[in-house]
T-cell receptor
Framework: NAGVTQTPKFRVLKTGQSMTLLCAQDMNHEYMYWYRQDPGMGLRLIHYSVGEGTTAKGEVPDGYNVSRLKKQNFLLGLESAAPSQTSVYFC?????????????FGAGTRLSVL | EDKVVQSPLSLVVHEGDTVTLNCSYEVTNFRSLLWYKQEKKAPTFLFMLTSSGIEKKSGRLSSILDKKELFSILNITATQTGDSAIYLCAVEDEGNYKLTFGKGTLLTVNP
């Protein structure tokens, strides 16, 4: 029972480099989310998707892009990494069609930008 | 804009103590309030509350929601070192199915 899987788990980038974080879920959830977590800031929503082929901006979208080409995958891209993007990134998925919208999280990706 | 405020931000107790964590919120169209526990890695779901005054309970953990006063509490009785974690509170807006998280409460339980 994999649930939500994030790759990679750790990454170090130099300023200006690009990278893509991959999130995969096997629960057939419609909704997927990307968050960043910084010390003392809680979880902040970067982008989210309500279905295959759709994406929307969250609270802190600047400097990030996303794509949802397949229902089970949600990609987060950094085109030109900056030190301010050093953070722990979490992906989550949910099925909001019932009485709840419980989000299930991946284990996170720790990113350092030097 | 939806808002969640948790208090205290950090708390240190001894094993066996009882703790109460607080969460107050502002949300346009309230649908639910969720509590998560975060240890080393991913936040894991604890409780979801949708109706006021109903207590959700799981072992030593319990939570209650007051929709009139716009807050929730999470109680942990007979704390253990394994309860050490960040506890996150989030509210769901019925209009957009997004969760707004508070900054969390860091609980440390010392032996």
């Amino acid at each position: 029972n994999a649930g939500v899987t994030q790759t990679p788990k750790f990454r170090v980038l130099k300023t200006g480099q690009s990278m893509t974080l991959l999130c995969a879920q096997d629960m057939n959830h419609e909704y997927m989310y990307w968050y960043r977590q910084d010390p003392g800031m809680g979880l902040r929503l970067i982008h989210y998707s309500v279905g295959e082929g759709t994406t929307a901006k969250g609270e802190v979208p600047d400097g990030y892009n996303v794509s949802r080409l397949k229902k089970q995958n949600f990609l987060l891209g950094l085109e030109s990494a900056a030190p301010s993007q050093t953070s722990v990134y979490f992906c989550a998925s949910s099925d909001p069609t019932g009485a709840s919208n419980i989000q299930y999280f991946g284990a996170g990706t720790r990113l350092s930008v030097l | 804009e939806d808002k969640v405020v948790q208090s205290p931000l950090s708390l240190v107790v001894h094993e066996g103590d009882t703790v109460t964590l607080n969460c107050s919120y502002e949300v346009t169209n309230f649908r639910s309030l969720l509590w998560y526990k975060q240890e080393k890695k991913a936040p894991t779901f604890l409780f979801m509350l949708t109706s006021s005054g109903i207590e959700k309970k799981s072992g030593r953990l319990s939570s209650i929601l007051d929709k009139k006063e716009l807050f929730s509490i999470l109680n942990i009785t007979a704390t253990q070192t394994g309860d050490s974690a960040i506890y996150l509170c989030a509210v769901e807006d019925e209009g957009n199915y997004k969760l707004t998280f508070g900054k969390g409460t860091l609980l440390t339980v010392n032996p």
